[in-house]
Nanobody, 125 residues
Framework: QVHLVESGGGLVQTGGSRRLSCAAS????????MGWFRQAPGKEREFVAH????????YYADSVKGRFAISRENANNTVYLQMNSLQPEDTAVYYC??????????????????WGQGTQVTVSS
């Protein structure tokens, strides 16, 4: 079992930055691959970023590549999503998710085993 708690959401102006945190706890928390997804009103949940538990691989959605960065602090099992150059279209509820490493695609929400409650990010124009 993995329990995930996101934090760091809020209101930010266009062009600004925000860092989201996801605190993971549980007996296997340190060995799960981690992902960030987002869901805007009326839209499906979409992939944002993924980091393997080893740190050897990271993936990003094309829409955030070069602006967002996923990282992990192993000492406290916390995953971060650094978001720069934010745009109004980045407005969404952001979710942290954990995936037991079994070779599944990191880009599909259905391939993740545990989810956080989400944190709202609103980018004002």
């Amino acid at each position: 079992q993995v329990h995930l708690v996101e934090s760091g959401g809020g209101l930010v102006q266009t062009g600004g930055s925000r860092r989201l945190s996801c605190a993971a706890s549980g007996p296997i928390a340190s060995s799960t691959d981690m992902g960030w997804f987002r869901q805007a009103p009326g839209k499906e949940r979409e992939f944002v970023a993924h980091r393997s538990w080893t740190g050897r691989s990271t993936y990003y959605a094309d829409s955030v590549k070069g602006r967002f960065a996923i990282s992990r602090e192993n000492a406290n099992n916390t995953v971060y999503l650094q978001m720069n150059s934010l745009q109004p279209e980045d407005t969404a509820v952001y979710y942290c998710a954990a995936q037991v490493p079994t070779g599944r695609s990191p880009r599909l929400p259905s391939h993740y085993d545990y989810w956080g409650q989400g944190t709202q990010v609103t980018v004002s124009s």
